[in-house]
């Protein structure tokens, strides 16, 4: 093998690894903490996770008021888990979506926690996050 072709190889191996340290992660995780990843930069493919508190025993839930229709596709109903090594009836769990960004443009992902029989209350929490998808 001639020099000249090990250093195509070098450099073509160079690139790749490059590529590899570059490439977005495939899910972005958001919640309380993290909600400051907001506004949201998301590539086409790419899967947001959003994970918050919750405590449905007290009457609230989280309520899904926008989800940036036509940006972002939903990955199934929410999902509510409670830790398993609490022991304690009514203690708080999490709840979780998941999205896909689906096609390039722009929307607010917009969750607000609140007894649904109550209205004209303003929401207990807001979790309220700008989305765009390239």
């Not at 001639?2 to 495939?26: D, E, F, G, K, Y």
């Not at 509510?80 to 999205?99: C, H, I, K, M, T």
């Not at 004209?120 to 989305?131: E, L, M, N, S």
């Given at each position: 093998m001639?020099?000249?072709?090990?250093?195509?190889?070098?450099?073509?191996?160079?690139?790749?690894?490059?590529?590899?340290?570059?490439?977005?992660?495939?899910t972005v995780n958001l919640d309380e903490e993290r909600v400051s990843r907001c506004p949201l930069e998301l590539a086409r493919g790419q899967t947001v996770l959003i994970n918050l508190r919750s405590n449905p025993t007290t009457g609230f839930r989280w309520q899904v008021q926008d989800a940036a229709p036509g940006v972002l596709r939903s990955l199934g109903p929410e999902v509510?888990?409670?830790?398993?090594?609490?022991?304690?009836?009514?203690?708080?769990?999490?709840?979780?979506?998941?999205?896909e960004a689906a096609q390039s443009g722009s929307g607010r992902l917009l969750l607000?926690?609140?007894?649904?029989?109550?209205?004209?209350?303003?929401?207990?929490?807001?979790?309220?996050?700008?989305?765009t998808v390239e």
């Open positions: 001639s020099i000249a072709s090990l250093s195509r190889i070098a450099a073509v191996s160079s690139l790749s690894l490059l590529a590899a340290c570059t490439r977005t992660p495939s509510y888990s409670n830790p398993e090594d609490s022991g304690l009836v009514g203690s708080a769990g999490q709840s979780s979506w998941r999205f607000v926690y609140r007894r649904p029989w109550e209205t004209g209350v303003a929401p207990a929490q807001t979790f309220d996050c700008q989305v």
